[in-house]
């Protein structure tokens, strides 16, 4: 069946240092959603791409897809304490439901 | 506007009893969504529904665990009888297009079985 992995599983980082995680699809993708969940708080949508190769940002957050869309980055620039909390891609290729990677657990060390 | 809500936030029930989630999604959505996750691992798909019809169940893990959307507003999502691996946290999420835009989640339920 379709299976959206993400590595790391964990990652610690110290504070002001950068942090990616990698999200891969066994499926060609149509487009592709990140969200981040906080400790003990709900999945929040973060950014949708659609594109081949397409790249976007959010102020310290670069999110790129593939060119061959089966996979997809989210990099973070200077992390900070309030970026943990473990991120999720999701896949709603040409399904009616969103199929959420395995996540990566981000923590930051001040 | 209010979001997703669901409740209870928590659930502690023994082996063999049964448990009722409510999910109320935000209004005028047509997607509703049930998700768990275990142990802090992946988010799983558990069903979907399309206004009060079932679109996908595929992610129901047996025939303990059922889910209806009465009149295409609320939900629920009833396990009878629970057992110790049904604990998790439960979210509800849903969206206007399916698939196509975000999905927007509750704060979930977290049931633990003793």
């Known amino acids: 069946g379709q299976q959206v992995m993400q590595i790391p599983q964990y990652q610690h980082v110290q504070e002001g240092e950068d942090f990616t995680t990698y999200c891969n699809s066994s499926t060609t993708l149509s487009n592709i959603q990140w969200y981040k969940q906080r400790p003990g708080g709900h999945p929040v949508f973060l950014i949708q791409l659609v594109k081949s190769g397409e790249v976007k940002k959010q102020k310290r957050l670069t999110f790129q897809f593939g060119e061959a869309k089966k996979n997809s980055s989210l990099h973070i620039t200077a992390t900070q304490t309030t970026d943990v909390g473990t991120y999720f891609c999701a896949d709603t290729s040409g399904t009616y439901k969103y199929i959420f990677g395995t996540g990566t657990r981000l923590k930051v060390l001040a | ?114």
Not at chain 2, 3 to 23: A, D
Not at chain 2, 45 to 67: C, I, T, W, Y
Not at chain 2, 97 to 113: I, N, P
């Open chain 2, 1 to 114: 506007e209010a979001g997703v809500t669901q409740f209870p936030s928590h659930s502690v029930i023994e082996k063999g009893q049964t448990v009722t989630l409510r999910c109320d999604p935000i209004s005028g959505h047509d997607n509703l969504y049930w998700y768990r996750r275990v142990m802090g691992k992946e988010i799983k798909f558990l069903l979907h529904f399309v206004k009060e019809s079932k679109q996908d169940e595929s992610g129901m893990p047996n025939n303990r665990f059922l889910a209806e959307r009465t009149g295409g507003t609320y939900s629920t999502l009833k396990v009878q009888p629970a057992e110790l691996e049904d604990s998790g946290v439960y979210f509800c999420a849903s969206s206007q297009r399916t698939g196509k835009t975000e999905a927007f989640f509750g704060q979930g339920t977290r049931l633990t079985v003793v």
